[in-house]
Each structure stands twice: as structure tokens, then as C-alpha cells.
């Protein structure tokens, strides 16, 4: 079955940019939506961005400024670029399948998460 | 933007008792031309990721315990839980995808009574 894997620095520096990949295995990139949301510690899930296969991009308005993200199909991942990072992007961050192929809808498949923490 | 508000915040029950969660969209989630809410349910665990339980508002992911059903249409739904087991305790999120811009309301936690 399809299984998703964060990976990236654990620790980030303020100003700087957070940079995560998001590697798929048991299946394709292609023909599928992919997704980053986050948590900030002991705080709900906020949507950061979605990304077709065909690199294709939507983002949350509030982040819109400060977020990029790409896919490399060749490498069947994605990846997630936030700059200018400060305490407030601390947070664990998850990178999600849509259903059905083709479109945004629900998110079937998970990473397991990785925590970012935003200190100097 | 459309902003999904859960209430209440949190709700302990007793093992074997229903809960009942509530999801209200600002604005409809019903596409008329489908006649489908765009809205799905996740539950969360303390330490995982969440877990897909509900989408088009009432049809359960494969391998959910049928305990668990969703309701409702336009801009009010439910969440319920028949018969609370111990494994149930999590946070529940709905999720609205009728806007290209995804937004989840802010949680319900589920405690044993």
C-alpha cells in the first residue's frame, strides 16, 4: 500500500527557509493531488498547500507569500520550501494523499509527520 | 475562505455511549450539480497522523468500524460515535474540500466519562 515519508531538518533557523521533502513509496506520484498541513504543538491542522503531479499548486492565502512547492516524479516525491520562518512555523508537519486521482478532495494517506522547530 | 466551526470543544462519555460531534460551514458544502457535501472527518490519536474516517459527508473509509457515521448536508453536520470504545479517544477534525482553498474546523476532543 501506499506509505508516505517526511524528511528534512528538525531544527530551522529563524529568518532562514524550511525546506521538506515527502518521498511516496508502494505507488505513483502520478495522477494524484499531494498536500502539506501542520500542527503547532497542542494546536489544530492548518492546510499549508496542495501540488499535482504535474506541478500544478494551490496555497493558503495566509502563507501564500512565503510558500513553494515542487514535485519530482522521477524521484516520486514532493517537496515543501517555507522562507522567512519564525517561532510561529514551529510545528509538526505532514504531507497527505488526496482522493480520487485527479482531484483535491478528501486525504486517504499520511505521513507519519516530522517536527520542525524554528529556534536560533 | 470557508470557515468550518466544531462544537463542542470537547466531550467526555461514558464506554458503550454515543457521542455526537457538530461541524458548521460558513457557507454551503453541497455542489448542486453532484449533490454531494464536500466535507470529511478525521480522527487523530495522541502521536499519529490523522486518520481518514468520513468523506461526501457520510461514507465511511474502508476498515472504519461501522460505530462511526456522519451526517447531515449544506452547512451543518455530525460526527457520531454509537458506542464509545476505549481506542475511540482522539481528536476529531472535520474538513471542507467544496473550496480549492482546504480548511479543517478546529478540533473535538473525545474523553472516557
Known amino acids: 500500500q501506499v506509505q508516505l515519508q517526511e524528511s528534512g531538518p528538525g531544527l530551522v533557523k529563524p529568518s532562514e527557509t524550511l525546506s521538506l521533502t515527502c518521498t511516496v513509496s508502494?505507488?505513483?506520484?502520478?495522477?494524484?493531488?499531494w498536500s502539506w498541513i501542520r500542527q503547532p504543538p497542542g494546536k489544530g491542522l492548518e492546510w499549508i498547500g496542495y501540488?499535482?503531479?504535474?506541478?500544478?499548486?494551490k496555497y493558503n492565502p495566509s502563507l501564500k507569500s512565503r510558500v513553494t512547492m515542487s514535485v519530482d516524479t522521477s524521484k516520486n516525491q514532493f517537496s515543501l520550501k517555507l522562507s522567512s520562518v519564525t517561532a510561529a512555523d514551529t510545528a509538526v508537519y505532514y504531507c497527505?494523499?488526496?482522493?480520487?486521482?485527479?482531484?483535491?478532495?478528501?486525504?486517504?494517506?499520511w505521513g507519519k509527520g516530522t517536527t520542525v522547530t524554528v529556534s536560533s | 475562505d470557508i470557515v468550518m466551526t466544531q462544537s463542542p470543544d470537547s466531550l467526555a462519555v461514558s464506554l458503550g455511549e454515543r457521542a455526537t460531534i457538530n461541524c458548521k460551514s460558513r457557507?454551503?458544502?453541497?455542489?448542486?450539480?453532484?449533490?454531494?457535501?464536500?466535507l470529511s472527518w478525521y480522527q487523530q490519536k495522541p502521536g499519529q497522523p490523522p486518520k481518514l474516517l468520513i468523506y461526501?459527508?457520510?461514507t465511511r473509509e474502508s476498515g472504519v468500524p461501522d460505530r462511526f457515521s456522519g451526517s447531515g448536508s449544506g452547512t451543518d453536520f455530525t460526527l457520531t460515535i454509537s458506542s464509545l470504545q476505549a481506542e475511540d479517544v482522539a481528536v476529531y477534525y472535520c474538513?471542507?474540500?467544496?473550496?480549492?482553498?482546504?480548511?479543517f474546523g478546529g478540533g473535538t476532543k473525545v474523553e472516557i466519562k
Open positions: 457557507q454551503s458544502v453541497l455542489y448542486s450539480s453532484d449533490n454531494k457535501n464536500y
Open positions: 474538513q471542507q474540500y467544496f473550496s480549492s482553498l482546504l480548511t
Open positions: 508502494g505507488g505513483s506520484i502520478r495522477s494524484y493531488y
Open positions: 501540488i499535482y503531479y504535474s506541478g500544478s499548486t
Open positions: 497527505a494523499r488526496h482522493q480520487p486521482p485527479g482531484d483535491y478532495y478528501h486525504m486517504d494517506v
Open positions: 461526501w459527508a457520510s
